[in-house]
């Protein structure tokens, strides 16, 4: 099975920026879910994405973020104007959760 | 509502002894899966197991076992024989069957001293 990849490993952003962070490249797999961890916490659900449409979403996933699937592939979580509290590590998830990917590490200052 | 909850924050072990993680979650569905993932130094989140509710047998996986009590909503996870590398955050999750969200227990922090 394919691994799940993600990109970028860590992202610095300035207040207020937009970011958005990719699982890269995924194919023929119809689940998909963002997590994201603040550091020293658990593991929090924000959204999951099935055949092209956002199935559940967490009371986290406000109107600052959206996913998509542009290209058939790549899986995107977009942050349109991140806060300090943004900062975390956020990973991709494919199939049930079991396979996730290494995780993106946010830092905003 | 769907609740996991790991009550040990941090255990301490010296190789080679025995421990066990527990695990105590709540749901109202009856079709539900539960799940435990390491979580090394490293950050990544490593999948270790998943167990429907419908499957009681405990399952082994070389020094890795896990004993699922739905008489007392429990999925503890025991590591044999313990050594360095098993030092990690451990976490339990739960998920509904039909559902999209996994519910993700605090997790423990293992130390496995040489």
């Known amino acids: 099975e394919p691994e799940v990849t993600q990109t970028p490993s860590h992202q610095v952003t300035q207040m207020g920026q937009e970011v958005i962070l990719r699982c890269v490249p995924i194919?023929?797999?119809?689940?998909f879910y963002w997590y994201r961890q603040i550091l020293g916490q658990k593991v929090e659900f924000l959204v999951s994405?099935?055949?092209?449409?956002?199935?559940?979403k967490s009371e986290i996933f406000d109107d600052q973020f959206s996913v998509e699937r542009p290209d058939g592939s790549n899986f995107t979580l977009k942050i349109r104007s991140t806060k300090l509290e943004d900062s975390a590590m956020y990973f991709c998830?494919?199939?049930?959760?079991?396979?996730f990917g290494p995780g993106t590490r946010l830092t905003v200052l | 509502a769907q609740k996991v909850t790991q009550a040990q924050t941090e255990i301490s072990v010296v190789e080679k002894e025995d421990v066990t993680l527990d695990c105590v979650y709540e749901?109202?569905?009856?079709?539900?899966?539960l799940f435990w993932y390491k979580q090394p130094p490293s950050g990544e989140l490593v999948f270790l197991i998943r167990?429907?509710?419908?499957?009681?047998q405990n399952e082994i996986s070389g020094r890795y076992s896990w004993n699922f009590q739905k008489s007392t909503s429990s999925f503890n996870f025991t590591i044999t024989a313990s050594q360095v590398v098993d030092s990690a955050v451990y976490f339990c999750?739960?998920?509904?069957?039909?559902?999209?969200?996994?519910?993700f227990g605090a997790g423990t922090r293992l130390f496995v001293k040489a």
């Open positions: 998830a494919r199939d049930n959760e079991q396979f």
């Open positions: 194919s023929n797999h119809l689940y």
């Open positions: 994405f099935y055949n092209n449409e956002i199935s559940e």
């Open positions: 749901t109202r569905d009856t079709t539900y899966y």
């Open positions: 167990r429907n509710s419908f499957d009681e």
């Open positions: 999750a739960l998920t509904a069957a039909g559902g999209f969200k996994t519910i």
